[in-house]
C-alpha cells in the first residue's frame, strides 16, 4: 500500500509539472548507445521546437517509470504481458556474435551457434529478454559454451571483448555501437531476432 501511495504521489508531481513540447523517453541501454541518439537528431531536425528528456530504462523498471509519469515512452524489446500498455512496433534487430578481428580471422557471413563451442565466450544468460532467447536456442540444439564470464550488461559484455577475454552474442544494436577499430560482428547462421516497441500508458 505504501508503494502505491508513493507511486501516485510521484505520478501527481509529474502531471503538475506539464508536459507541453518535453517529450521523455527511455530507453534500454543497448538501443540508448546509439539508435536513440540517431533517432532524436533526425527527429529534431524536423521539430525543433521539441526538447527531449532521455534516459536509459532495464526492464525490471519499465512499468514503475511508466505508471509514475516518469517517462512518456519507453522503447523496449518486449512487451510486459497484463500490463495497460499500448505499443507500437518500431523494427527489429537480432543477435550477432561480436569479436576481435584477430581471435576468428576467417569468420563466414554468418557465423553457426556450433562453431562458438570451445571458444572463451561472455556469457549475457542473466540479461533480460535477449539473454534468455540466446539461452533457450543454445539449450535447444543442445550446445555445450565455454562460458569464461557471465556479464549483466551488454557494455561490460563489448568491453571484454575489446580486451581479449574472449566472444559475446549481442543484439545488433549493441554491436554497431560498440564497434572499434580489430572488432567485427557477424549475424548467426540461424538468424535469432526480436522486436523493438515503443510502449505508452493506455
Known sequence: IQDRVGALREATR????????????????SLALDALPATVAAFLRTHPEVRFDLQTIHHADLLRKLYERETDLAIAYEVPPGAALGHRRL????????Y????????????????LAGRPLVSLAASGPIGQLFTAEVAARGIALDEVISARTFHIATALVRHGVGLTVVDSFTARASLTAGLAMRPLAQPLRFDVNALYLQ
Open 100 to 115: 576481435r578481428e584477430d581471435d576468428l580471422p576467417d569468420a563466414p557471413t554468418r557465423i553457426d551457434l556450433a562453431a
Open 91 to 98: 523494427g527489429s534487430g537480432e543477435l550477432v556474435v561480436l
Open 14 to 29: 509529474n502531471l503538475k509539472r506539464g508536459s507541453g513540447a518535453l517529450l521523455r523517453v527511455s530507453a534500454l541501454p
